[in-house]
């Protein structure tokens, strides 16, 4: 069973605009959420994360919304970049646990010129 | 500073041979994680070591082990390799273990392929 899930296996968004990728999680335990990007053939790179006793944390252009209630996070890019076209993982992992992040299957956003 | 950084980028290896992978953190980690991303998947975590020893493990078969060296440099092994053990190989390092909030940061990867 998948403890994060990513239900859109991709997203396309004209350069300019918004990017909104959401993420799901069943494992009412997990306090620390992050976003991760990946390019073809490099590792995943650290973007942005937040604590559970928060709901929102910014930095630039992303920033990360996450609603405990509903067991649901999302990650905001404004305005959306070239660039910015990667997969996007979305992580969790636990108070006390062994250090391991869970992952989600990720996000394919293309952002369109 | 560099960043973490992985040894081989790419491997091609044989059903039943063993393969050893490393990893060596960011400068000022103590603690590497292993993990396994197949195609269309997200990384699965295999094994986290904090000062040689290990803190966790995955849901991953007695195959797979690893060790973190006194430099906290690290290798992953995998015994009687599988084709279904095709996948990269990505290390992560962080300042501490099991606490949540501390940011892992990842390697390149190694990727592997058994034929």
């Known amino acids: 069973d998948q403890q994060v899930k990513q239900n859109s296996p991709s997203l396309s968004v004209q350069e300019g605009r918004i990017s909104i990728l959401n993420c799901d999680y069943t494992?009412?335990?997990?306090?620390?959420f992050l976003w991760y990007k990946k390019y073809p053939a490099e590792g995943p790179t650290f973007l942005i994360s937040?604590?559970?006793?928060?709901d929102k944390n910014e930095d630039g252009r992303f920033t990360v919304f996450l609603n405990k209630s509903a067991k649901h996070l999302s990650l905001h890019i404004v305005p959306s970049q070239p660039g910015d076209s990667a997969v996007y993982f979305c992580?969790?992992?636990?108070?006390?646990?062994?250090?391991?992040?869970?992952f989600g299957k990720g996000t394919k956003l293309s952002v369109k010129p | 500073d560099a960043g973490v950084t992985q040894s081989p980028t790419h491997l091609i290896k044989t059903r039943g041979q063993h393969v050893t992978l490393r990893c060596s953190p960011i400068?000022?980690?103590?603690?590497v994680s292993w993990y396994q991303q197949v195609l269309g998947q997200g990384p699965q975590f295999i094994f986290q070591?904090?000062?040689?020893?290990?803190?966790g493990r995955g849901n991953f078969p007695d195959r797979f082990s690893a060790r973190q060296f006194p430099n906290y440099s690290s290798e992953l092994n995998v015994n009687a390799l599988l084709l279904g053990d095709s996948a990269l190989y990505l290390c992560?390092?962080?300042?501490?273990?099991?606490?949540?909030?501390?940011?892992?940061?990842f390697g390149p990867g190694t990727r592997l392929t058994v034929l």
């Open positions: 494992n009412s335990m997990f306090d620390y």
């Open positions: 400068s000022g980690h103590k603690s």
């Open positions: 937040i604590s559970s006793i928060k």
């Open positions: 992560a390092s962080s300042l501490q273990p099991a606490h949540s909030t501390d940011t892992q940061y």
């Open positions: 992580a969790a992992s636990a108070g006390g646990s062994q250090g391991n992040l869970i």
């Open positions: 070591y904090y000062e040689k020893e290990e803190r």
